[in-house]
């Protein structure tokens, strides 16, 4: 089994349909599940660099060579490194038999080269988690009340509170309450609520989609 680790162009099978820029480069995405997760992985670690389909593994199943490429690769700004396989949980399902094989060979391959395989679903990406994303993102680069922060930061210590109705209970316009909810973004759970650990390669097709 062997990986390409060259700079390669979008697979054929689809086209790129966006860009993000990130604090750190600018990332490419094909479908709206993509976009939302280098969202979701940004607004988690600023720091983190997501590089899109960054490596193309060489593998044989069934006498024959084959060849799998990954969604993105990302290292985040605490040295751990993951492969990351975007699906929709439907097509896991549908697909799963073609699928296993080079899940397998991918798995290996990134425990060779000291990182970790994963997938993520729509059921970890899309949540609360992705909407605060969206509404905080804007305001990363945005000057800061440090009274009002404090604020928000208080009543997030003591009370079940989303960012929604902390925003509507902060003594601010809605726009400066925005803004001083923007350092909450740091108590963002880590990437294990948005992608799960490929299953093993024996388990029936269902537990390939239960992901948290």
């Given at each position: ?75 985040w700004s605490d040295g751990r490194t ?72 208080r009543y997030a210590r003591v009370r ?25 973004s740091r108590f963002c759970t880590p ?22």
């Amino acid at each position: 089994m062997e990986g390409d680790l060259r700079r390669i162009p979008l697979s054929r099978r689809s086209h790129v349909t966006g860009f993000q820029s990130l604090p750190t480069g600018v990332t490419e995405h094909e479908r709206a599940l993509e976009r939302d997760f280098v969202t979701l992985a940004s607004f988690m670690d600023a720091g983190a660099v997501i590089t899109a389909q960054p490596v193309t593994i060489r593998f044989e199943h069934e006498g024959r060579q084959r060849r799998y490429t990954p969604d993105f690769r990302v290292i985040w700004s605490d040295g751990r490194t993951d492969i990351v396989e975007i699906k929709y949980r439907a097509d896991l399902r549908a697909r799963w038999h073609r699928l296993r094989p080079a899940f397998a060979a991918a798995r290996g391959w990134a425990r060779s080269n000291g990182t970790r395989f994963r997938i993520a679903t729509e059921r970890g990406i899309r949540g609360p988690h992705l909407e605060a994303a969206k509404r905080l993102l804007p305001l990363r680069s945005a000057p800061v009340d440090a009274v009002l922060a404090e604020q928000a930061m208080r009543y997030a210590r003591v009370r079940s509170i989303n960012v929604g109705q902390l925003v509507d209970v902060l003594p601010a316009p809605r726009e400066a309450s925005r803004h001083a909810c923007r350092p909450l973004s740091r108590f963002c759970t880590p990437l294990g609520s948005i992608a799960c650990s490929l299953v093993c390669q024996t388990c029936p097709p269902r537990s390939a989609t239960g992901c948290a």
